[in-house]
């Protein structure tokens, strides 16, 4: 099924991809947005050009059966989770959740999965590239017909039941300071049955007309209260898992499903990296052979927002993975 260009994300097309189409009313207002804010083309005014912002997220999901040394230790051991501010972390705790910082170089038997032989599956970077402060979801498996789940609320439990629940991270990157990138999560589960509505597309721009779209989705429960915010330097690695002894939590519903065709249960770890253009400098080529091709990834909008998603991109400011 084909999907709908929206303004913003044809713009972010054209300034990642840097292509030069037929000229349209989308790329008009691209150009009168370049000249009159970014001081391109315009003698008039002085300064630097001043390109858009941009953030750029490679992700990696390792699974392992649960308990296996790569996912339960060996990545915990060299992972700084006291980075993590203590209220936070008592909170993601409290749920099952694990969240920490590696600096410098993975060990060797993490760099090693994204080599993987059959029967393992090869884990891969997926690279994700947005506008400054716009979110993207992150989904981590699965979902599942019924689960019991209990949350822990600053020091108060209850249990909730879902049907159909599949839960996910909601991902923001935000620059910060000169090099950093600032990583905000936050848990969600979509549940129950999908419903038809009818909502305003997210992420048009305030040079496009707002613009509606018919909807069926699930209920979306946002946990707020886990939300956390990292900055990110360059050469860190945000590491996010579960504690697999704490039973229905949420920690253990992100991160542990059963294995297909097996009765053992698959222990998944989330890595993060995040890189960012910097303020006056076009970013590089980042999307590859973006249109006409529905096979490759890169030509794929993410719903509800302007994200770009893609196997084929670089990092910012590193060599191809």
Same mark, same amino acid.
């Given at each position: 099924?084909?999907?709908?260009?929206?303004?913003?994300?044809?713009?972010?097309?054209?300034?990642?991809?840097?292509?030069?189409?037929?000229?349209?009313?989308?790329?008009?207002?691209?150009?009168?947005?370049?000249?009159?804010?970014?001081?391109?083309?315009?003698?008039?005014?002085?300064?630097?050009?001043?390109?858009?912002?941009?953030?750029?997220?490679?992700?990696?999901?390792?699974?392992?059966?649960?308990?296996?040394?790569?996912?339960?230790?060996?990545?915990?051991?060299?992972?700084?989770?006291?980075?993590?501010?203590?209220?936070?972390?008592?909170?993601?705790?409290?749920?099952?959740?694990?969240?920490?910082?590696?600096?410098?170089?993975?060990?060797?038997?993490?760099?090693?999965?994204?080599?993987?032989?059959?029967?393992?599956?090869?884990?891969?970077?997926?690279?994700?590239?947005?506008?400054?402060?716009?979110?993207?979801?992150?989904?981590?498996?699965?979902?599942?017909?019924?689960?019991?789940?209990?949350?822990?609320?600053?020091?108060?439990?209850?249990?909730?039941?879902?049907?159909?629940?599949?839960?996910?991270?909601? *991902?923001?990157?935000?620059?910060?300071?000169?090099?950093?990138?600032? *990583?905000?999560?936050?848990?969600?589960?979509?549940?129950?049955?999908?419903?038809?509505?009818?909502?305003?597309?997210?992420?048009?721009?305030?040079?496009?007309?707002?613009?509606?779209?018919?909807?069926?989705?699930?209920?979306?429960?946002?946990?707020?209260?886990?939300?956390?915010?990292?900055?990110?330097?360059?050469?860190?690695?945000?590491?996010?898992?579960?504690?697999?002894?704490?039973?229905?939590?949420?920690?253990?519903?992100?991160?542990?499903?059963?294995?297909?065709?097996?009765?053992?249960?698959?222990?998944?770890?989330?890595?993060?990296?995040?890189?960012?253009?910097?303020?006056?400098?076009?970013?590089?080529?980042?999307?590859?052979? *973006?249109?006409?091709?529905?096979?490759?990834?890169?030509?794929?909008?993410?719903?509800?927002?302007?994200?770009?998603?893609?196997?084929?991109?670089?990092?910012?400011?590193?060599?191809?993975?």
């Amino acid at each position: 099924m084909s999907r709908k260009l929206t303004p913003s994300a044809a713009m972010a097309l054209l300034a990642l991809v840097g292509c030069n189409p037929a000229r349209s009313d989308i790329r008009q207002r691209a150009d009168q947005v370049v000249a009159t804010v970014f001081n391109s083309n315009n003698s008039s005014r002085s300064g630097d050009r001043v390109e858009p912002k941009f953030c750029k997220l490679d992700s990696a999901i390792i699974s392992r059966p649960a308990g296996t040394p790569l996912v339960e230790t060996s990545l915990w051991g060299v992972t700084d989770e006291q980075a993590i501010p203590h209220a936070t972390r008592q909170s993601l705790e409290a749920n099952g959740l694990r969240v920490g910082i590696v600096t410098g170089d993975l060990p060797a038997d993490v760099t090693e999965a994204f080599r993987s032989k059959p029967p393992q599956v090869e884990t891969q970077w997926v690279h994700i590239a947005l506008p400054d402060g716009e979110h993207t979801p992150i989904v981590l498996g699965d979902p599942v017909e019924a689960v019991t789940l209990l949350l822990n609320h600053g020091g108060k439990v209850d249990g909730r039941n879902y049907q159909d629940a599949l839960g996910r991270l909601i *991902v923001t990157p935000s620059q910060a300071g000169q090099h950093d990138v600032e *990583v905000r999560i936050v848990p969600q589960i979509q549940h129950g049955a999908k419903r038809r509505t009818i909502g305003a597309l997210e992420g048009t721009g305030a040079f496009a007309p707002q613009e509606f779209a018919i909807k069926d989705a699930q209920q979306e429960e946002i946990l707020r209260e886990l939300a956390t915010t990292i900055a990110l330097k360059p050469g860190q690695t945000l590491v996010i898992g579960c504690r697999s002894e704490q039973a229905r939590s949420l920690g253990t519903f992100l991160f542990l499903q059963p294995e297909p065709k097996s009765d053992r249960i698959l222990q998944s770890i989330l890595l993060i990296q995040a890189s960012r253009n910097n303020n006056g400098n076009a970013p590089p080529k980042l999307v590859e052979e *973006v249109a006409g091709d529905p096979a490759n990834p890169a030509a794929v909008i993410a719903p509800g927002g302007t994200s770009i998603l893609s196997k084929v991109t670089r990092p910012f400011d590193e060599k191809t993975r």
